[in-house]
Nanobody, 128 residues
Framework: QVQLVESGGGLVQAGGSLRLSCKTSRRTFDMWTVGWFRQAPGKEREFLGAISWSRNTTYYADFAKGRFTVSRDNAKDTVYLQMNSLKPEDTAVYSC?????????????????????WGQGTQVTVAS
């Protein structure tokens, strides 16, 4: 069983930045695609971005391009989500997910039911 643990959430002022981390202890993590999602109260889960195991391929939701960046450090078994110019509407629970077969591509946004493993999430609150 793969466990994903997010950290780095918290309260930030509008216009600020946060970097979230997603760590797993699975030894073959460096072969997995990892992505980030968020879900605000009363809203559906939104895909943000995903990165391949080699870091050569990324895929982002259109609205996330420019303010959100996914990166990874395979030596640390950690994937990051850098969030800049945060807005109150970015307030949500942010979760990472991992899959060994699903490459960074549109299915991450449209078929998240296919993704194998999910973290519990970390709360991000952006104050106006």
């Amino acid at each position: 069983q793969v466990q994903l643990v997010e950290s780095g959430g918290g309260l930030v002022q509008a216009g600020g930045s946060l970097r979230l981390s997603c760590k797993t202890s699975r030894r073959t993590f460096d072969m997995w695609t990892v992505g980030w999602f968020r879900q605000a109260p009363g809203k559906e889960r939104e895909f943000l971005g995903a990165i391949s195991w080699s870091r050569n391929t990324t895929y982002y939701a259109d609205f996330a391009k420019g303010r959100f960046t996914v990166s990874r450090d395979n030596a640390k078994d950690t994937v990051y989500l850098q969030m800049n110019s945060l807005k109150p509407e970015d307030t949500a629970v942010y979760s990472c997910a991992a899959d060994a077969a699903l490459l960074p591509s549109r299915p991450w946004a449209t078929r998240s039911d296919m993704i194998s493993y999910w973290g519990q999430g970390t709360q991000v609150t952006v104050a106006s």
